[in-house]
C-alpha cells in the first residue's frame, strides 16, 4: 500500500460528459502529480502541484483542469469527455523535497475511466 | 529539453538469466534524478530504484542495478538472475530540479519485460 488514495477506481461515462476524480497523497507529502496512461503506452505527465499551487505542467488540455486543496487532496477534472480521453489515470504524490529526498513518486492504483 | 528515451519496445529472456533495460536521457539541468518503475499486468507502479545526478556509486537495490553513465546520458536497469516475476513493463523516469518543489518527472515509453521458464 503507497498511502495514495484515489477513488474512483473505475468509471464508465459517455462523450460530452464531465468527470472528477479524487486523489488523497500520503501523509505529509505535499507534492501531488497527475499521469494519464492510454492503453498499452507510457505515462504523459499532465500536471504537477505542491501545496496548493502549481507548479509544472505537462501537455494537459485545456478540457482538463486540476487543482489542490488546503488538505492537500487534489482533484482532476475532466470535461467535454472524448473516447480518446479513455485511459487510466494516476495520481502520485512526493515527500516535500530538499538534499537527501529522492522525490520518488508514490503512485495510487489508478482510475480506470472508459468513455463510451 | 528534458526527454527520456527507450528503444526496446519488448524483450523475452530466460529465467535466471541477467538482463540489462536501455535508457538514455536528455537534460541541461545538473541536478536531476533518474528512477525506474516496474508495472506488473495488474496495473501497479512499483518503485525500483534511484540515481541522482551527483552519486558516485550506481546504485543498488536487491536483484536491481543502476548502469549510470553520465556522460553518455544512459540509465540502465540491470536486473540479475531474472525470475518469472519480473515479466511486466519497466518506465525510466527522469526528474529534473532535484531540490525544487517545482518539478515535472517524465516516464520513458516503455520496455516489456517477459521471462521464459
Known amino acids: 500500500d503507497s498511502g495514495v488514495t484515489q477513488t474512483p477506481k473505475h468509471l464508465i461515462t459517455a462523450t460530452g460528459q464531465r468527470v472528477t476524480l479524487r486523489c488523497s497523497p500520503r501523509s505529509g507529502d505535499l507534492s501531488v502529480y497527475w499521469y494519464q496512461q492510454s492503453l498499452d503506452q507510457g505515462l504523459q505527465f499532465l500536471i504537477q502541484y505542491y501545496n496548493g499551487e502549481e507548479r509544472a505542467k505537462g501537455n494537459i488540455l485545456e478540457r482538463f483542469s486540476a487543482q489542490q486543496f488546503p488538505d492537500l487532496h487534489s482533484e482532476l477534472n475532466l470535461s467535454s469527455l472524448e473516447l480518446g480521453d479513455s485511459a487510466l489515470y494516476f495520481c502520485?504524490?512526493?515527500?516535500?523535497?530538499?538534499?537527501?529526498?529522492?522525490?520518488?513518486?508514490?503512485f495510487g492504483e489508478g482510475s480506470r475511466l472508459t468513455v463510451l | 529539453a528534458q526527454k527520456i528515451t527507450q528503444t526496446q519496445p519488448g524483450m523475452f529472456v530466460q529465467e535466471k538469466e541477467a538482463v540489462t533495460l536501455d535508457c538514455t536521457y536528455d537534460t541541461s539541468d545538473p541536478s536531476y534524478g533518474l528512477f525506474w518503475y516496474k508495472q506488473p499486468s495488474s496495473g501497479e507502479m512499483i518503485f525500483l530504484i534511484y540515481?541522482?545526478?551527483?552519486?558516485?556509486q550506481n546504485a543498488t537495490e536487491g536483484r536491481y542495478s543502476l548502469n549510470f553513465q553520465k556522460a553518455r546520458k544512459s540509465a540502465n536497469l540491470v536486473i540479475s538472475a531474472s525470475q518469472l516475476g519480473d515479466s511486466a513493463m519497466y518506465f525510466c523516469?527522469?526528474?529534473?530540479?532535484?531540490?525544487?518543489?517545482?518539478?515535472?518527472?517524465?516516464f520513458g515509453s516503455g520496455t516489456r519485460l517477459s521471462i521464459r521458464p
Open positions: 540515481q541522482g545526478s551527483y552519486d558516485q
Open positions: 502520485a504524490s512526493s515527500a516535500p523535497g530538499g538534499r537527501g529526498d529522492t522525490g520518488e513518486l508514490f
Open positions: 523516469a527522469m526528474r529534473e530540479g532535484v531540490y525544487s518543489s517545482a518539478s515535472k518527472i517524465i
